[in-house]
């Protein structure tokens, strides 16, 4: 906690470390309350700076110094300067040993970050500056050293002992402690060190590399969940494959550890060698385990994995270059995944995810650019921003070199830097040089924030059977930077005959048609694409893929839609296709309702489309799920410059109905036809299968008989897997009117009260029920013996899945407003970094309609009065800007 203004850091104040580290050696002597760390520096003066002596200055926070020593020589408190955050040694020889002994407290440790414990289990989680939080150090990821780490504790308490790298020693002492030492070859910064020790049974497993090496695969759970990890260990295998196969690059020590814990602040976290997991991202059985549960396992083991090369191999310069590990290995386990399952369903739902919380993040007041220049504290900055749309840009560069290319780009990146801290810039040069193109104005995707505007106005000339689009980008104001260059934007694009089949295209520009599918490249603020040899009016289906993070306007007629939605020979744009026809309608809803306007319903062309959807037996399923799926409340509200939140769901649900009466019989049909029990499956058709059938089922639950309430607690109780058991659950309760739902809420309770993950979901089900109702429910979950703020997966559960209600979040009175925010204060005294993530609502309060803004507004202002963790006062302060 912080009185005086937290101080910002600047990209350009970067300087080299003044000293570099040799070796590290760790001795940890735990105990839950009182661990003992002893450290050996080797250090050495940067040769940088040509000998002239500068002060060694170590980071440290929340430690208690007990001794320290120089080359031998124990230091008195003259001859070194301690403060919160900082060790200094004024004037140390240009090369010195240092040895530092300090003492810490897991057990009392809630912000999670450092040394801490879970259930009993000791773990760490050091990214980005958690490592200062254990001993001293020069804790910045430009530092790379090998590590060397002896753990010693009870064995009672800790079996395990676990460290990166290999295990080159163990035994037990006289006294009945026992021992373990590790030792990691491959220097890396502190970021990526790791120490986990407790009570934990290992599952093993081994994979043969490319070159036939054999790695050893562990990953370590608590007893009781020793069940749930046969997929995590299948998915490490895929990844491990997939990286061999289509990156040629392969695993580089001889045991690959993951280690599952209750307690982590977010997803997991790639340590050299010793990966801490989020449980969550770990244990599944069908029991247990959504659909998307499995899903979200298979892609994060997947991205932890691939940080081995994009991160760890090669690491960040400094946290500003945060996107060159983050961007890059999420479009990679994004690639993965899309070679795991539906390609094309798994490119909609990464879209989707990007415009519902990047979108909105690059058009609100903590928009920052993909290499940001400024950051008051770096936890705040792992944003959507960094991931996804640092993925986006990645992904962009793919198509504009192609993937052979682009391939040969990033293992020159990786070869070029191998053992180095990097930059963003090393990262686009290699592209530049292996693609042999020009990425020069691409670069500004990395300095400039906020999501560009595109705007294209076709114009189709029978006489010289010319098809012309005339092609505009501007790029909206973000916080400090009110104008914006143009754009390197990639525009894969198609067009359609009347017959729906692709027209081969041919630029004025080109001798011959050649292809179905073009990359233009637009790269000024204005730009024409003619076309010649079109011999009828096409339509036209441009950014396909969504082959550059924009949004786009066209003046779309909706008929030429709803062909696109039917014929698009990308999958994606048809059901881009899809979406902004459901958009135009709700938004068309909306304004009428909003002006007091009878209602016009919706238009015939929309209705009659979604049906076809619904009755395709030939899509894939999974698509169709998405394709009949309306566009979600947030991305509404994006789209308008006022929001009632209330109104837009008072408008879905209008709309979700009037398809639900003309098409009910459908609905039945489909889901019938699907909702066949069996093995349960992770292949996409099965998923798919299930995805359609939940889709029919909470349609159709819209308007429950007594006939179909009963067939949905069937559907419950008979549920063979998690995803069938919770997709009714989530249907009953909004049921309010029937006994089922309090029935099933407490069945649910009794079954799973054991199992953290599921009364988790338990938590976040009743939290995103839609009836009004619901507000008061929270507030007695809060109530709750199982309710805590200090699990984060728990406080999310419960708090994450209210405010993502919107209308029950922002309900008229404020009192959402005032719930959340008394919440936060409390979690942020124990855990800033969720405290600060999960304020992230309260930031919206600009484009709220004026009542809603003010009373927002108010509670906002009322925190900044306070004395705040410096994570959450730079939300709560760059929001009141
Ligand atoms: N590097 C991790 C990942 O993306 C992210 C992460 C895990 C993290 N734990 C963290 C970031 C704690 C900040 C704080 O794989
Ligand atoms: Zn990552």
């Not at 009347?498 to 081969?504: E, F, S, V």
Request: net charge negative; with cysteine; aromatic share 8%.
């Amino acid at each position: 906690m912080t009185t005086q203004s937290p101080q910002t850091k600047y990209l350009k104040d970067y300087l080299t470390p003044a000293y570099l580290v040799d070796q590290v050696e760790l001795d940890f002597y735990l105990s839950p309350t009182a661990t003992q760390v002893a450290s050996t520096l080797a250090l050495r003066l940067n040769p940088d700076r040509n000998g002239v002596i500068e002060p060694l200055v170590l980071d440290g926070e929340h430690l208690q110094l007990v001794a320290v020593e120089v080359d031998g020589v124990s230091l008195e408190p003259a001859d070194y300067q301690c403060d919160d955050v900082s060790l200094t040694i004024p004037a140390p020889p240009a090369q010195l040993t240092v040895h530092i002994i300090t003492r810490i407290d897991p057990l009392n440790n809630t912000a999670l970050e450092g040394l801490y414990q879970s259930n009993g289990i000791f773990c760490t989680q050091c990214e980005p500056e958690g490592f200062r939080k254990i001993t001293y150090y020069p804790d910045r990821p430009d530092v790379l050293a090998p590590f060397r780490v002896r753990i010693e504790g009870e064995p009672a308490d800790c079996p395990v002992l676990l460290s990166n790298g290999n295990l080159v020693d163990q035994g037990v002492l006289d006294d009945g402690r026992h021992f373990a030492c590790w030792e990691d070859p491959f220097p890396k910064p502190s970021y990526l060190f790791a120490l986990v020790a407790g009570n934990l049974v290992c599952l093993e497993d081994h994979f043969i590399t490319l070159s036939e090496r054999r790695v050893l695969l562990q990953i370590f759970v608590e007893e009781r969940n020793r069940n749930d990890c046969d997929f995590a260990m299948e998915s490490l295998k895929k990844a491990m494959k997939w990286e061999e196969q289509v990156y040629g690059l392969e695993y580089d020590l001889d045991r690959y550890m993951i280690v599952a814990v209750d307690d982590f602040n977010m997803g997991a976290m790639e340590n050299k060698g010793l990966n801490v997991f989020n449980s969550k991202y770990v244990l599944a059985r069908p029991e247990t385990a959504t659909d998307n549960d499995y899903l979200g396992i298979e892609a994060v083991i997947a991205h932890e994995y691939f940080h081995n090369w994009t991160g760890n191999r090669v690491t960040c310069r400094d946290w500003f270059q945060l996107s060159l590990k983050e961007g890059l290995t999420v479009l990679r386990d994004q690639q993965f995944s899309a070679d795991m399952q539906s390609a094309a369903v798994k490119r909609i739902d990464d879209v989707a995810l990007l415009r519902q919380y990047q979108f909105p993040e690059d058009a609100g007041p903590m928009a920052h650019p993909v290499r940001p220049e400024s950051y008051v504290e770096i936890n705040n900055f792992y944003t959507t921003t960094i991931y996804n749309k640092g993925a986006e840009v990645i992904r962009m560069l793919e198509t504009l070199l192609g993937r052979e290319r682009f391939v040969e780009g990033v293992r020159l990146y990786l070869k070029r830097h191998d053992g180095q801290a990097a930059t963003c810039e090393d990262f686009v040069a290699a592209l530049e040089q292996a693609g042999e193109v020009d990425l020069t104005r691409f670069r500004r995707w990395y300095t400039q924030a906020g999501t560009p505007e595109v705007q294209v106005v076709c114009h189709y000339d029978c006489a010289t059977q010319t098809f012309t689009l005339d092609c505009q980008q501007s790029c909206p104001a973000t916080p400090g930077q009110p104008d914006k260059e143009p754009f390197h934007l990639p525009l894969v694009m198609g067009l359609l005959g009347h017959d729906g089949t692709d027209l081969a295209l041919q630029l004025a520009s080109d001798e011959a048609p050649g292809g179905t599918s073009r990359v233009l490249e637009l790269t000024q603020s204005r730009q024409q694409f003619s076309f010649v040899g079109v011999q009828e009016q096409p339509v036209l289906s441009l950014l396909r893929g969504f082959s550059a993070p924009v949004r786009l306007t066209m003046e779309d007629r909706p008929e030429d839609l709803a062909f696109r939605m039917a014929y698009d020979s990308d999958p994606f744009n048809r059901w881009e296709a899809g979406q902004q026809l459901s958009v135009a309608e709700l938004l068309q809803l909306y304004r009428q309702q909003l002006e007091g306007q009878l209602s016009t319903g919706l238009s015939q062309v929309f209705v009659d489309a979604w049906g076809v959807v619904l009755t395709d037996n030939e899509a894939d399923e999974s698509l169709l799920a998405r394709m009949l799926q309306l566009p979600s409340e947030q991305y509404l509200a994006d789209q308008l410059d006022e929001v009632d939140p209330q109104r837009i769901r008072a408008v879905r649900e209008q709309a979700l109905r009037h398809l639900l009466s003309v098409h009910r019989e459908k609905l039945l049909q489909c889901y019938d036809r699907y909702s066949s029990a069996g093995e349960y499956s992770l292949n996409p058709v099965a998923v798919g299968r299930r995805r359609l059938v939940h889709g029919c089922l909470s349609l159709l639950m819209l308007e429950p008989d007594e006939l179909l309430q009963d067939r949905c607690l069937r559907h419950y109780q008979q549920a063979g897997n998690m995803t069938d058991r919770l997709a009714a659950f989530a249907a009953l309760v909004d049921c309010r009117q029937s006994p089922l739902r309090d029935q099933v809420k407490e069945d649910f309770y009794r079954q799973w009260k054991h199992y953290p993950l599921l009364l988790d979901k338990w938590f976040s089900t009743l939290a995103s029920g839609r009836h009004e109702n619901t507000f008061f429910e929270i507030e007695r979950l809060l109530l709750h013996p199982d309710f805590t703020l200090s699990n984060p997966n728990r406080a999310r559960s419960l708090l994450g899945a209210f405010a993502q209600n919107l209308a029950v979040f922002h309900r008229q009175d404020g009192n959402g407003y005032r719930l959340l925010t008394e919440q936060i204060r409390r979690l942020d005294k124990r855990n800033p970094q969720v405290a600060a993530r999960m304020a992230t609502p309260l930031t919206r309060w600009k484009r709220l309609e004026p009542q809603r803004r003010a009373l927002l507004r108010e509670e906002l202002v009322a925190l900044q009065q306070e004395n705040l963790s410096r994570d959450l006062y730079e939300i709560v302060n760059k929001s009141l800007v």
